[in-house]
């Protein structure tokens, strides 16, 4: 079974560590508007695509067929020491461990 993309909405804010609260607010929603996306209420629109990719440098592609990196970001070397680094590294390779143990769970 795949994810949807409310699914993957889910995931991403609990990739992120963030709660429903403060996540729908950074899109500009409250919590219960925020809660009806993730259960499939209401469908991921436009306007919160765009918010997403701005706000949190979602890959929109991923959002839609979860397929390539979930994030856009890239970052430059030089505007982190090596410390804050290694600190992205490990949370990274955290989140493509939680990403493959989920796609083991729905038999991809």
Not at 36 to 48: C, L, Q, T, W, Y
Request: avoid cysteine.
């Amino acid at each position: 079974m795949l994810m949807t993309e409310n699914q993957r909405l889910k995931f991403v804010r609990k990739s992120l560590k963030e709660t429903q609260v403060n996540f729908g607010a950074s899109l500009g929603l409250t919590q219960a508007g925020y809660s009806d996306i993730e259960r499939g209420k209401n469908s991921v629109s436009g306007k919160i695509k765009i918010l997403l990719q701005r706000v949190h440098n979602l890959n929109l592609n991923w959002l839609k067929t979860g397929e390539g990196e979930m994030f856009t970001a890239t970052i430059e070397e030089n505007d982190f020491d090596s410390e804050q680094l290694a600190s992205y590294q490990k949370h990274f390779e955290k989140l493509q461990l939680e990403i493959e143990s989920l796609e083991a769970q729905l038999g991809r």
